[in-house]
């Protein structure tokens, strides 16, 4: 597998035991795949921006006491090719890479454009680990069965991995269609935490947790949180998750249940402003940590 060197990888790691991919456990594979967003484009730039951003996260974690890297290694492959590919073909092209990172036992971690991404990773980890559950961070629920007439859109993704089988829990929804809603309220295996209820339930995240299953992989997008954290994204809206409450939440997750993965998408940089690109690297980082931690 090709993978960058110190002065292009992942927080710019200089050790190259420590970013080699044969001696690495954790591996980011970037998915710079941009075909059906619908408001504002310019989602292929964040996984490049997420990495660059990271050559200034420090390597020193106050909070778990370590400096995390160096807790099994983090290699950075080049950029998956996406020329010629969208939609299905896309898809099996990300599934194609996450096979390789699945069969050399390799923990996977996918910096995407748009979220469609993330079925390209689910159908890979469904042949591997068929009963794993997948938690999604979002401010959408992605389970429209078509937008614009693409059922490969980033607004179907969900729709698309529930139909692999694949139980979802989401939290931080608070935009949707009534198509969606419904699709909810009839699934005994979608569990959507909305907004408004996590702001009134002070037992929230103990109710989601209760929902997961023992192994989890994680999806968040960036619209997620809220604008005032993460302003840079393609289809930002209020209210969204706040940093300590979604990490406590998060850290929660990691230390009770078997984490297979995660991803971190749609980020749409703008120019002069990097706290978005800033925040999601560090966001990588602090999961790579929490997956060091023993389970309880």
């Known amino acids: 597998m090709k993978y960058l060197n110190t002065k292009k990888n992942f927080l710019a790691i200089p050790e190259k035991e420590l970013f080699d991919y044969e001696k690495s456990k ?10 059906t967003s619908s408001y504002l484009s310019g989602s292929n730039k964040g996984p490049a921006a997420m990495i660059k951003a990271s050559q200034f996260v420090e390597f020193y974690d106050e909070e778990l006491n370590q400096e995390t890297y160096k807790k099994g290694g983090i290699c950075t492959l ?24 699945i069969k050399d036992k390799k923990f996977p971690i996918t910096l995407g454009a748009e979220h469609t991404i993330t079925l390209g990773v689910a159908r890979a980890l469904k042949k591997a680990t068929p009963d794993f559950h997948l938690l999604q961070i979002d401010a959408h629920s992605d389970l429209r069965s078509s937008y614009h007439g693409n059922k490969y859109s980033h607004a179907s993704v969900m ?11 989401q939290i931080g929804i608070r935009a949707q269609c009534k198509e969606e809603a419904e699709h909810i309220q ?5 569990h959507t935490f909305y907004a ?43 209210n969204g998750m706040l940093w300590n409450e979604t990490l406590a939440f998060l850290k929660t997750v990691f230390e009770t249940r078997n984490v297979i993965g995660f991803d971190v998408v749609e980020i749409a940089p703008r120019k002069g402003d990097i706290l978005t690109e800033y ?12 997956n060091t931690l023993k389970k309880k």
């Open 26 to 35: 954790y591996v980011i594979q970037s998915a710079p795949y941009e075909h």
């Open 279 to 290: 925040t999601m690297a560090k966001l990588v980082y602090k999961l790579i940590g929490f």
């Open 78 to 101: 080049e950029p998956i090719n996406f020329k010629g590919l969208v939609d299905l073909k896309a898809v099996q092209a990300i599934e194609k890479s996450t096979d390789k990172l």
């Open 159 to 169: 729709a698309r991995v529930h139909e692999l089988g694949v139980p979802l829990t």
């Open 196 to 238: 408004h209820q996590v702001r009134n339930n002070a037992n929230w995240a103990k109710d989601a947790l209760k929902t997961l299953g023992k192994n989890v992989y994680i999806s968040i997008d960036a619209d997620g949180f809220d604008p005032s954290i993460v302003p840079a994204v393609g289809t930002a809206e209020p």
């Open 186 to 190: 009839k699934s005994k295996d979608i």
